[in-house]
């Protein structure tokens, strides 16, 4: 019978224990939960800039075709010798001028029985594209060129032109002052938060720096994009950035 009682008490007090060392741990846990969660303070900051691009590339594409690959390709070389004429005549200099391989290709034509039924198709030539990039830092003298190849085509050379490309060479200095710039305007807001509600700012914590945006002037956050907007469209450009920034609380 005294085994059974010393027994009961003893289990009791293992029980006993193990509650209070249980709350002793939930307590320990809210007490770092409330910590990391409420004394914090935390802003986003930005920064943004109107630019202009240094840098156009504009591309175009002139075809040929011929029943022999010889004579397509006798077309092509004339056209690229006028196409070239053209951009020199138009100020271009030599050296910003790159004429890209030739593309060359079979062409087939189907053929039809008396009955207007298809039956194949056979060869019946052969077509030929090259490709040619300007790029420039006179982005004037080139955004005219390219809206008037009108001279080219009255020359019988089969001209595409794409819409210019604008390029900045300066990018890699200008993200770096946007990001000084977007830490500033989020520890700036941070202090500001912190001065009016009285609390006094410790170390810091975690700092995230958000995606680049290169969008068009005047276009807005619509332009921005999940992984970054490069606009490549525009002369006229806005190049923006965010910092995070996420302070203790003393």
Known sequence: MENKKSFSWVTALIIGLSIVASCTVLAIGLSRFRSESVHTIAATGSAS?????????????????????KA????????????????????IDENEIVFNSVSIW?????????HGNYVGREQDGYSLSQSVDVS??????????????????????????QNPEYYYTGLDDLKLALIEQATA???????????????????????????????????????????????TSSRHKTASITVKLEYDLK
């Open 49 to 69: 800039v109107d630019f202009e691009s240094d840098i156009i590339i504009w591309r175009g594409s002139f075809s040929a075709q011929d029943y022999t690959s």
């Open 72 to 91: 397509a390709y006798d077309k092509i070389k004339n056209d690229a010798a006028v196409v070239r004429k053209y951009l020199l005549d138009n100020g």
């Open 106 to 114: 079979k062409t087939y034509r189907d053929i039809y029985d008396e």
């Open 136 to 161: 420039s830092s006179d982005i004037d003298k080139v955004e005219k060129i390219s809206r008037d190849i009108s001279s080219l085509l009255e020359s019988g050379v089969e001209f595409e032109s």
């Open 185 to 231: 305007n989020s520890r700036e807001r941070i202090d500001i938060m912190a001065a009016n509600s009285g609390a006094k700012l410790g170390k810091l914590r975690n700092s995230n720096l958000g995606v680049f945006q290169i969008t068009a002037t005047n276009s807005g956050t619509s332009s921005y994009s999940y992984d970054g907007a490069f606009d």
